[in-house]
């Protein structure tokens, strides 16, 4: 076929019989627009009428594409044995699934209408009647990344909207100028599962992330921090009469993680992105944030860094397993520090002055800025024995905090040798990943959906969402890479 162009000559091009109608309305469409816009909505109109147009044009160019890719690398209908490909066999589950031969499937773009698809599924011979986790699946649909009938870069568009989005309401209305329109369920079910799978690859790749660099001779710092948000948990016992569950809205402390690299001047490096990973997992029932801080730190290769600096307010459940950590990574001592963060050592300052009720404001005001010049000075055995001259029983256990981390509170040291004081760090990311997505009036999470959402959001604000696409997008029954 060909057409012309405005201005230039005729060009004439070889074009699919697939392709011939959408292409066709393309330029029927470009030929129909007015050249003389006379005002903005008339050219909000044309803008629209074009990329309808195009719309098509791609849909009809993707279906094209997946189809031919699905049936070459599909065998034909037999039982999966030594006929069907490696990939497949290991996918599949050879023992247990079976070729039910090719259905018709319905897959979202991330542009355009859906695309009908005709592909193998394989499913039990014996799960009818029966509810299994996988009763069945599209290996050469899974195989390509496309899960949930949904293309990958939909499912990527659409998991890093909800992340960045301050509800799922939000990222509806964001997808939804993009041309995407997906319902509330879908959405939800789409965004859970593409967590889900991110966070087993995580774990299978032992936390190894794509296209990481090397740490050799880095000065790397963890900071740790708790926060907090409710979750929900349903009451034991009868539906009530509107056949509602009756709940409670516990506060717990989702638990943050943050790795980053700093320079000779105690400097955040700009050629290593920060690593930011929580968990809303209770201590009493796991140390699940310190296994993803191990992993994390055993994939960089941490024993090949100049030094780690662990900095945090100093809770006994962050220092209390940092011993065993340092044993299990074979780090020395000459290569870890622990410090406590500044700020936290100046609130304790200020809580012990607080005991002491018999005080002016400005007496008060006067003993804190002693201390905190002190503490900052690296004076802190001075401040120590200020505070054991104070009354009550309150600032004794004040006291006792400084007497039991003064070695971590040498802040003259630090700074001269290049390290942080503040875990400001892990604090900011607590406020963008928690507080202004999990922590709200009326918000409460069930577990399990805001693990997800924590593990979207610390990624997409990190900057390192093109590490955690290619997890979500490969699946939790192929062999680890």
């Known amino acids: 076929?060909?057409?012309?162009?405005?201005?230039?000559e005729p060009v004439s091009i070889v074009v699919p019989a697939e392709l011939q109608g959408?292409?066709?309305?393309?330029?029927?469409?470009?030929?129909?627009?007015?050249r003389n816009v006379s005002s903005p909505q008339q050219l909000d109109d044309i803008e629209q009428q074009l990329a309808k147009a195009s719309d098509n044009l791609f849909s009809a160019t993707m279906q094209t594409i997946t189809q031919e890719t699905v049936t070459f690398r599909e065998p034909s209908r037999t039982r999966l044995g030594s006929l069907v490909p490696s990939w497949l066999r290991l996918l599949c589950q050879p023992k247990a699934f079976k070729n039910q031969g090719r259905r018709t499937v319905s897959v979202r773009l991330s542009r355009g209408s859906a695309i009908s698809i005709r592909v193998v599924y394989y499913s039990r011979k014996c799960d009818r009647g029966q509810h299994r986790e996988h009763k069945g699946c599209y290996p050469a649909l899974e195989c390509l990344g496309i899960?949930?009938?949904?293309s990958p870069t939909l499912a990527s568009h659409a998991a890093l909207t909800v992340a960045l989005s301050g509800s799922f309401d939000e990222a509806r209305q964001m997808l939804r100028l993009q041309g995407i329109a997906l319902n509330g369920k879908t959405l939800t079910n789409l965004v859970y599962r593409f967590a889900t799978r991110a966070r087993q690859n995580l774990r299978r790749v032992h936390y190894r992330l794509p296209g990481q660099p090397t740490v050799k001779g880095m000065?790397?710092?963890?900071?740790?921090?708790?926060?907090?948000a409710r979750l929900r948990q349903n009451k034991p016992g009868k539906r009530r009469k509107s056949g509602r569950h009756g709940y409670r809205t516990p506060w717990r402390e989702p638990k943050l993680l943050c790795i980053y690299a700093i320079d000779e001047n105690g400097k955040k490096s700009k050629t290593f992105k920060p690593i930011v990973d929580g968990t809303f997992e209770l201590l009493e029932e796991s140390e699940e944030i310190f296994d993803r801080l191990k992993g994390y730190l055993a994939a960089l290769r941490v024993e090949e860094a100049q030094a780690l600096v662990f900095i945090g307010d100093g809770?006994?459940?962050?220092?209390?397993?940092?011993?065993?950590?340092?044993?299990?990574?074979?780090?020395?001592?000459?290569q870890v520090h622990v410090v406590v963060d500044f700020y936290h050592?100046?609130?304790?300052?200020?809580?012990?002055?607080?005991?002491?009720?018999?005080?002016?404001?400005?007496?008060?005001?006067?003993?804190?800025?002693?201390?905190?010049?002190?503490?900052?000075?690296?004076a802190v055995a001075k401040a120590i024995e200020d505070m054991e001259q104070l009354r009550g029983k309150k600032s004794k256990t004040e006291t006792a905090y400084f007497v039991l981390r003064k070695e971590q509170m040498q802040y003259s040291a630090?700074?001269?040798?290049?390290?942080?004081i503040g875990s400001g760090a892990v604090e900011s990311a607590m406020r963008r990943i928690v507080n202004l997505r999990l922590k709200g009036a009326g918000m409460f999470w069930l577990q399990a959906n805001a693990e997800h959402v924590l593990l979207l959001r610390c990624y997409a604000k990190a900057g390192r969402w093109i590490?955690?696409?290619p997890l979500a997008l490969r699946s939790t029954l192929l062999p680890t890479p």
Not at 147 to 150: I, K, P, T
Not at 221 to 226: I, T
Not at 315 to 334: F, I
Not at 414 to 420: I, R, S, T, V
Request: with cysteine; charged share 30%.
């Open 1 to 8: 076929m060909s057409r012309t162009a405005s201005s230039a």
């Open 22 to 34: 959408p292409l066709l309305d393309f330029l029927n469409a470009y030929q129909q627009v007015p």
């Open 147 to 150: 899960f949930d009938r949904c």
């Open 219 to 228: 000065r790397l710092v963890v900071a740790l921090d708790g926060g907090r």
């Open 315 to 334: 809770a006994p459940w962050v220092t209390n397993r940092v011993p065993k950590l340092l044993k299990e990574l074979n780090l020395t001592e000459d």
């Open 345 to 378: 050592a100046v609130e304790h300052v200020k809580a012990a002055a607080e005991t002491q009720k018999k005080w002016t404001e400005t007496q008060r005001k006067a003993w804190i800025k002693k201390q905190r010049s002190r503490l900052y000075r690296g």
């Open 414 to 420: 630090f700074k001269k040798a290049g390290w942080p």
């Open 467 to 469: 590490d955690l696409l």
